[in-house]
């Protein structure tokens, strides 16, 4: 008997402790064997036997459940280390990519006018003199031309300095009434921590019947659009100039640096410039051959508002394409 008291001891699975099990408590086990074997042992021994036979078998019984027991914690502690997962690791999938902040201004810039059912145009990167200034009443040697110093090309051909000749060219070749932005790339000869020789503008223009546009509904729809891009803040217009609108503005937003308390980028002001506006100038539907309309327009820089939005200092960091910037936007 004793040597089954060591084999459960020694049994490291729940598959060998059951064929003990059967070994020894079994209708063909040790047991059954050795009480089978005291049927012919001396009536007067059969007792004793019977005795040490009964209380083995309630030893090797509970051997056997506290093995059980030991054996199936010992089996489950292993598979939980099997089965656990290290969520310390690094994870190997592959990076998704996400949009430049400028593209997602862009984009943002567009979804609120495209709600308000203007529609989207864009003209190409390269344009004439005609287009880019004479019909928007800049006239050669017009000093406001000096703003706008660019690149020229031959045959007085030059990388457009706005976006406003999309203007030009969709009252070319469209009847009133039009409502347009014009989303896209613009080049200036300018570098510095404000301005990047290559930038990205919108241009608005709405033309409708005359005396159906006023002020008062420029005034509206830039308030409406600038509370929708930076949330809660003040909007006020300042008078500007411009040659293709009269009268003209400029247009600023409450700091959103320092909420209009004055702070160093705000050069203590409290307020931040983001756009120009104006009355559509008669000199520009003269040169499209528009009569009887009236008009508004506007024309915004997506880089300042993107540098606005996410509070980025440098302008020029925008385009060093460096990823642990562009990482912070994804
Ligand atoms: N084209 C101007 C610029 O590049 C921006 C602008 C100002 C456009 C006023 C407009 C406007 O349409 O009305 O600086």
Redo the contacts with the bound molecule.
């Keep these: 008997m004793k040597e089954w008291y060591e084999k459960i001891k020694e049994a490291q699975s729940v598959e060998t402790l059951e064929e003990i099990r059967i070994s020894v408590f079994g209708k063909k086990g040790v047991l059954a064997a050795e009480f089978a074997k005291m049927k012919s042992a001396p009536n007067e021994e059969k007792s004793k036997i019977a005795k040490e036979l009964n209380a083995h078998k309630s030893s090797l019984m509970n051997e056997f459940t506290a093995r059980k027991i030991t054996i199936q914690t010992m089996e489950l502690q292993e598979a939980m280390k099997k089965e656990s997962i290290d969520v310390s690791l690094f994870s190997t999938s592959s990076q998704a990519g996400a949009l430049h902040p400028v593209m997602e201004t862009m984009d943002k810039i567009v979804e609120y006018f495209s709600s308000m059912n203007f529609t989207v145009k864009t003209g190409g990167m390269i344009e004439d003199d005609f287009n880019n200034f004479e019909a928007l009443n800049l006239p050669k040697y017009h000093p406001a031309r000096d703003m706008?110093d660019t690149f020229y090309f031959k045959d007085e051909m030059l990388l457009r300095?706005?976006t406003?000749p999309v203007?030009i060219r969709t009252m070319m070749s469209t009847k009133p009434p039009i409502r347009m932005i014009a989303p896209g790339a613009v080049f200036r000869r300018d570098y510095d921590l404000t301005h990047t020789p290559m930038f990205h503008?919108i241009?608005?223009l709405l033309v409708d019947k005359k005396g159906k546009v006023s002020f008062a509904n420029l005034k509206y729809i830039l308030e409406d659009f600038l509370k929708y891009m930076f949330g809660d803040i003040e909007v006020r217009f300042r008078p500007s100039f411009?040659p293709?609108?009269e009268p003209?503005a400029e247009v600023d937003i409450s700091c959103v640096f320092c909420e209009g308390s004055g702070c160093r980028v705000c050069s203590k002001t409290g307020w931040l410039e983001v756009l120009?506006?104006?009355i559509v100038d008669p000199n520009v539907f003269e040169a499209v051959n528009y009569k009887d309309v009236s008009g508004y327009?506007?024309?915004l820089g997506v880089e300042r508002f993107a540098m606005l939005i996410h509070k980025i200092g440098d302008l020029r960091s925008l385009f060093e394409g460096d990823i642990k910037l562009l990482e912070q936007f994804q």
Excluded: I, P, V
């Design positions: 706008q300095t706005h406003s203007q503008q241009e608005g411009f293709f609108t003209s120009g506006c104006g327009a506007f024309g």
